[in-house]
């Protein structure tokens, strides 16, 4: 009996090319697609690894072979495949791994309008029919085969985004921009044309074997070239996209880097002024400084798990106008509620450029407390060693407790959350507080449960 649990995860399918998954699997799987999704066309893109393209061809023939027209974009970011499902109307997949290894490929899914596809969302059925027809063979194809056809987005991709926020007006500015040979080399000087830019692009070959470092810049390691660029040339800020470019970090004039919570609370603010009183998704592991500033600028602020698919659906629900996460994903409810990093960079830069600060300035009002940074310990048992952080904080006075997302300890002046990721035995610690000696103290405190 096949079993596709190793590579069909919570939000998407991911897994090493071929010898976890191959072309003749990816066309079982548009065929799935297009059987869950009732789709009689969807739109496909790629990104520019190796097998990005075999991979997407050969699920196109599978949707083709149930009926379904394929409109194939070609080379994308994540958020442009969700622009031409945003704004075509249609079920879409994108062939990615993301900030992932060379080796790695995957496909992300979305109904139409962007919405998510995930376990809960049609994913599971997905992969219930790729194991069944690997075992008796792929149905019959459809009495009428759909039609494969091709068209760039890209233009209208970047128009769409710039009509969003006007930059028209700013001051100039240098911007470094590292695409660690991923798709923000493809996307970025298209979206950048035209604005009052001196663009210093680094790694912007379009290379999936990530020549340089690694396209995950949540790995501090993977900024360093950045954030030597931005010193030596004096440039204004410097932005870093991950692979597939649907994330986007920021560095500061000082190349020091601006946490994503910090980004998270400008955009929120900007957001508030367009759309005032509006509501504003963050996960729980944000700095405190985000539902402070959407409370000082008259928004809702509602606490959300970690993941995609939790903000997406209370963005649809309570109608939010932006929701940001501690990992750089950034949802805009002018993009289909779906994330897109070159949405928040461009926010960036009209924030810094509307006014005369230097971004480290600017972002201090939005960056309040001092953080730990998400921490990993390897455990055996994650649920035994939850039990036993909650023992340890629950009855203590001033301190409460919530398990929204795993377990948060809340005191006057600090937090902390544990979370166990879903793929792999590890506990993620984050903490804040006001100052730094505390967050080192229960930091240090939490880890001693965690690794008792």
Same mark, same amino acid.
């Given at each position: ?16 090319? +071929?010898? !976890? ?8 799987? /548009? %065929? &799935?697609? $297009? ?5 009689? #066309? ?58 992932? +290894?060379? !080796? ?8 139409? /309008? %962007? &919405?998510? $596809? ?5 994913? #599971? ?328």
């Amino acid at each position: 009996m096949t079993d596709l649990s190793h590579i069909v995860k919570a939000y998407d399918v991911r897994g090493v090319v +071929p010898t !976890q998954w191959d072309e003749p699997l990816s066309e079982l799987f /548009g %065929a &799935a697609f $297009v059987e869950v999704t009732g789709a009689d #066309a969807i739109v496909i893109g790629h990104d520019m690894r190796p097998s990005s393209p075999g991979l997407a061809g050969a699920f196109a023939r599978g949707a083709a072979a149930r009926g379904a027209d394929v409109t194939l974009i070609g080379l994308c970011s994540t958020d442009e495949l969700y622009f031409a499902s945003g704004s075509l109307g249609l079920p879409g997949a994108m062939f990615t791994a993301s900030h992932n +290894p060379a !080796q790695y490929n995957g496909i992300k899914m979305c109904r139409a /309008g %962007a &919405a998510p $596809v995930g376990q809960d969302t049609g994913l #599971a059925d997905i992969r219930a029919l790729v194991e069944r027809w690997s075992d008796e063979g792929a149905p019959e194809p459809a009495a009428t085969p759909g039609t494969i056809g091709e068209r760039d987005v890209l233009a209208d991709y970047g128009t769409h985004l710039r009509s969003l926020v006007d930059l028209t007006a700013i001051r100039p500015l240098k911007v470094v921009v590292d695409a660690g040979n991923g798709m923000g080399g493809h996307t970025v000087p298209t979206v950048f044309a035209g604005l009052p830019l001196e663009l210093d692009a680094l790694y912007f070959e379009l290379d999936g074997s990530f020549p340089n470092h690694e396209a995950n810049p949540l790995d501090p390691k993977n900024i360093v070239d950045l954030q030597a660029r931005v010193r030596e040339t004096g440039a204004d800020l410097g932005i870093a996209f991950d692979g597939d470019a649907d994330r986007c970090f920021v560095v500061d004039e000082n190349g020091d880097p601006v946490s994503p919570s910090a980004i998270t609370a400008l955009v929120a603010a900007r957001e508030l002024a367009k759309h005032p009183g509006s509501t504003v998704i963050h996960n729980c592991i944000t700095s405190w400084s985000v539902p402070e500033v959407v409370r000082e600028h008259g928004g809702t602020p509602v606490r959300t798990r970690v993941g995609h698919s939790f903000i997406k659906e209370e963005m649809a629900k309570t109608g939010a106008v932006f929701g940001g996460e501690h990992s750089a994903h950034y949802y805009f409810r002018d993009f289909w509620n779906a994330d897109t990093g070159m949405l928040a960079a461009l926010h960036v830069l009209a924030a810094l450029g509307g006014q005369d600060r230097p971004l480290s300035q600017l972002v201090a009002e939005y960056d309040r407390y001092a953080a730990s940074g998400e921490i990993n310990s390897t455990v055996d048992d994650q649920a035994g060693r939850l039990a036993a952080i909650k023992a340890a904080y629950q009855g203590r006075e001033g301190i409460t407790l919530d398990e929204l997302d795993g377990l948060t300890v809340t005191a006057d002046d600090w937090w902390f959350n544990v979370r166990p990721s879903n793929t792999e035995p590890l506990l993620r610690l984050n903490a804040e507080a006001r100052d730094a000696d505390t967050v080192a103290r229960v930091r240090d405190e939490a880890l001693a449960i965690i690794r008792g």
